[in-house]
T-cell receptor
């Protein structure tokens, strides 16, 4: 069964350092999502891509976060510089077509970030 | 976007049916009800979704009331591996061909031996 791949699974960094997360969606999925999940809360959408274009990044803290999906397949989420409050699980999800109602999002295992 | 209300936690005896309720009184006609679950430290797992009709798959059944203001997820024979946080979500249609999921805090289901 096809799955969303994410790496690394765990990342420890010091504040003010740069950190990057990678996501490879299920083959053929046009829509890719990045979520952040703080301990004890549900996932919060950061950015949504349709192919290589950003559909929504209204919740992305653009002063320090950036996301790209250059060829419309895999994606990278970057934080620079990292702050203590960025410690969280970063989840990637994909769907066939996020513009169609009733489409299912499939999530990867996540990257757990700890900022010291 | 439509908000959902779920109990914070529930217990269920192993082997019995688990019935998880969800209220979504402000749901719009083109918004779907989704259920995901998240086992500790893993990514959310899709369970089931529906628009108006009741749905069933190999994992669960989804019962949506006729007025669509509430729904119930049914796990027919709960096992210890079903212990997880269950999220009820109404997909938000943002226009321009974009649907999004907004997660709440979910229901912590504990299956008791």
């Amino acid at each position: 069964e096809a799955e969303v791949a994410q790496s690394p699974r765990y990342k420890i960094t010091e504040k003010s350092q740069a950190v990057a997360f990678w996501c490879d969606p299920i083959s053929g999925h046009a829509t890719l999502y990045w979520y952040r999940q703080i301990l004890g809360q549900g996932p919060e959408l950061l950015v949504q891509f349709q192919d290589e274009s950003v559909v929504d990044d209204s919740q992305l803290p653009k002063d320090r976060f950036s996301a790209e999906r250059l060829k419309g397949v895999d994606s990278t989420l970057k934080i620079q510089p990292a702050e203590l409050g960025d410690s969280a699980m970063y989840l990637c999800a994909s769907s066939l077509d996020g513009g169609a109602g009733g489409e299912t999002q499939y999530f990867g295992p996540g990257t757990r970030l700890l900022v010291l | 976007d439509a908000k959902t209300t779920q109990p914070t936690s529930m217990d269920c005896a192993e082997g019995r049916a688990a019935n998880l309720p969800c209220n979504h009184s402000t749901i719009s006609g083109n918004e779907y009800v989704y259920w995901y679950r998240q086992i500790h430290s893993q990514g959310p797992q899709y369970i089931i979704h529906g628009l108006k009709n009741n749905e069933t798959n190999e994992m669960a059944s989804l019962i949506i009331t006729e007025d669509r203001k509430s729904s119930t997820l049914i796990l027919p024979h709960a096992t210890l591996r079903d212990t997880a946080v269950y999220y009820c979500i109404v997909s938000a249609f943002l226009g321009a061909g974009s649907y999004q999921l907004t997660f709440g805090k979910g229901t912590k289901l504990s299956v008791i031996p």
